[in-house]
C-alpha cells in the first residue's frame, strides 16, 4: 500500500518556507510545519488544506530554543514511523548580538544547533522512508562573505549582522555536506538549497546597516527584493526536495532554476563543523538546568492530526 509523503517543513508560515510548502501541498504531501506565531500557523494549516496537502498539521515551535526543538523531534516521533523529506527553512537575522534563554547566539541556534538536533533527532524515520531527503536553506551570503565558524561576527566594523547570519549560513552549508556524507550509507539524500532574494518578512525588516552597504547599492538591492516573489525563490528548495534527477545523488546545491553543483565546502572542514555543532549542542544540554516537571510551559503543543501513523514499510 503506498502512503502519500510526509514533510517536515520549518518555518512554513509565511516567506519562502510557505511557498515550498504550498508546492508540496499541491503534490499532495501530508505536511508538518512550524513556526512561532499560532494565529500564522492556523491559517497556514488551512491553505495548504485548500492547496491540496493530504494533512496538516502547525506545531508551534520556537527554533532558537533547543529545548522546544527537542520536544518537536519528541511529538514527530510519537506521531509516525517514517519521515519522508526534512525541509529546514527557518532562520533569523538578528540586528543586533543577542542570546537565547539558553546563552546561544539565536541565528546559530535555528539555523545550526536546531537542524542538527532535528536530522540528528529524526534519523530513525527518515532512515525507515525509502528515498527520504533533507534538504538545508542556505544563503548566497554563506558563500559571499568568508566567515569562518569560529569567528566572532559581531566583531566586524561594517556589516557586522549580516556576516552574522553568513556565517551560521554556511556553518549550515558545512552540515548539509557532512550530513550528506554521513547518511548516505542509510539511503538518506542530503542537499542544501540557496534560494535567491525575495520579498518577506526577513528582508523587509533589513536595514542598510545591516548591509554595510553605500546608500546607492542599498536602493538597487531593495528594489531587487521587491520585485522578487517567494514563490520564484522557493522553486530551488522544491528541486531540491522533489526533481527524482537529484534522487540519485547527495551533497548537491541547487540555486536558481537550474543550478545545480556540488556542495563547495572541504570534506574535513564539513566534518568539523558539524562536531563543532554536536559539542555545543551537548554543552548545551548540560549546562541548562532542566525546568520543573510542573512548570507550566508558555507554548501549547499540539498534536499532530489528519494523517494515520504511517509505521515503516
Ligand atoms: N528572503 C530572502 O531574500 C532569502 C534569500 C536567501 C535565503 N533565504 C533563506 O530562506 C529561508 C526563509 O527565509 P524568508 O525570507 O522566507 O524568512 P521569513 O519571511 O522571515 O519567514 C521565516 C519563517 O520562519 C518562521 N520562523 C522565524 N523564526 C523562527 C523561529 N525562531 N522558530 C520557528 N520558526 C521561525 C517564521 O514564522 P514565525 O515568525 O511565526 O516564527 C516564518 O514562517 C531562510 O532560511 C533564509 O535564510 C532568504
Redesign the pocket.
Known amino acids: 500500500m503506498s502512503h502519500p509523503p510526509i514533510a517536515l517543513i520549518?518555518?512554513?508560515?509565511?516567506?519562502?518556507?510557505?511557498a515550498v510548502a504550498g508546492a508540496l501541498a499541491a503534490r499532495g504531501y501530508c505536511l508538518l510545519v512550524?513556526?512561532?506565531?499560532c494565529a500564522?500557523?492556523r491559517a497556514a494549516e488551512q491553505d495548504l488544506l485548500r492547496a491540496g496537502a493530504t494533512a496538516v498539521t502547525f506545531l508551534p515551535?520556537?527554533?532558537?530554543s533547543l529545548e522546544a526543538t527537542d520536544q518537536l523531534v519528541e511529538q514527530i516521533r510519537s506521531h509516525t514511523d517514517v519521515l519522508d523529506l526534512l525541509v529546514a527553512?527557518?532562520?533569523?537575522?538578528p540586528l543586533a548580538p543577542t542570546r537565547t534563554s539558553e546563552g546561544l547566539e539565536?541565528e546559530i541556534t535555528?539555523?545550526v544547533l536546531g537542524v542538527t538536533t532535528l536530522v540528528d533527532g529524526l534519523l530513525p524515520l527518515l532512515s525507515a522512508a525509502p528515498r527520504a531527503r533533507v534538504v538545508l536553506?542556505?544563503?548566497?551570503?554563506a558563500t559571499r562573505f568568508p566567515v569562518g565558524i569560529a569567528d566572532d561576527p559581531w566583531l566586524a566594523r561594517r556589516a557586522a549582522p549580516v556576516r552574522a547570519?553568513a556565517k551560521a549560513?554556511r556553518w549550515k552549508m558545512h552540515l548539509a555536506a557532512a550530513f550528506a556524507e554521513e547518511l548516505r550509507p542509510k539511503g538518506v539524500v542530503v542537499h542544501a538549497a540557496?534560494?535567491?532574494?525575495?520579498w518577506?518578512?526577513?528582508?523587509r525588516a533589513l536595514t542598510r546597516h545591516a548591509l554595510g552597504v553605500p546608500a546607492p547599492l542599498w536602493w538597487i538591492i531593495r528594489a531587487v527584493?521587491r520585485t522578487?516573489r517567494?514563490e520564484r525563490?522557493a522553486g530551488c528548495v522544491v528541486r531540491a526536495a522533489t526533481d527524482p534527477a537529484l534522487a540519485r545523488c547527495t551533497g548537491q546545491l541547487t540555486r536558481g532554476k537550474h543550478q545545480t553543483r556540488p556542495i563547495p565546502t572541504d570534506p574535513t572542514i564539513a566534518a568539523d563543523a558539524l562536531t563543532a555543532a554536536r559539542r555545543l549542542i551537548t554543552t548545551s544540554r548540560e549546562s541548562t538546568p532542566k525546568p520543573a516537571a510542573d512548570a507550566s510551559s508558555t507554548v501549547t503543543r499540539a498534536t499532530p492530526h489528519g494523517a494515520p501513523r504511517r509505521p515503516a514499510d
Open positions: 520549518t518555518g512554513a508560515t509565511s516567506g519562502i518556507g510557505a512550524t513556526g512561532r506565531d500564522r500557523g515551535t520556537d527554533h532558537a527553512n527557518a532562520a533569523v537575522m539565536p535555528v539555523d536553506v542556505t544563503s548566497d551570503a547570519y549560513k540557496s534560494p535567491g532574494p525575495a518577506t518578512s526577513m528582508t527584493q522578487q517567494p525563490a
